[in-house]
Nanobody, 125 residues
């Protein structure tokens, strides 16, 4: 049974930073692509960023490029999302998700077959 548990969300002022973590268990973390999605108030869940198994490749949605950084520590079975220069429009529930093997990254949520429960990020203006 694959389990993904996010942590690190909270309330921060605009311009501030947060670091999200996602602890994975249940299969060989280092073999799988991983991603972060978010669901903003009143909107559909959307792709934020993804990373290949060895961290060689990353993919970001345009709205977070230069502000967010995805990373992973395969020795600790943990995925991270460093969020800097946060804006009120970044407010939402952030989910980590597990994709398949290989290095071709995708922002399609249908590709991700395991999801965490989400962590709330609130950015005040």
């Amino acid at each position: 049974q694959v389990q993904l548990v996010e942590s690190g969300g909270g309330l921060v002022q605009a311009g501030g930073s947060l670091r999200l973590s996602c602890a994975a268990s249940g299969r060989t973390f280092s073999s799988y692509r991983m991603g972060w999605f978010r669901q903003r108030p009143g909107k559909e869940r959307e792709f934020v960023t993804a990373i290949s198994p060895t961290s060689a490749r990353t993919l970001y949605v345009d709205s977070v490029k230069g502000r967010f950084t995805i990373s992973r520590d395969n020795a600790k079975n943990t995925l991270y999302l460093q969020m800097d220069s946060l804006k009120p429009e970044d407010t939402g529930v952030y989910y980590c998700a597990s994709d398949g093997r290989g290095t071709v990254l995708s922002g399609a949520s249908s590709r991700y077959n395991y999801w965490g429960q989400g962590t709330q990020v609130t950015v005040s203006s």
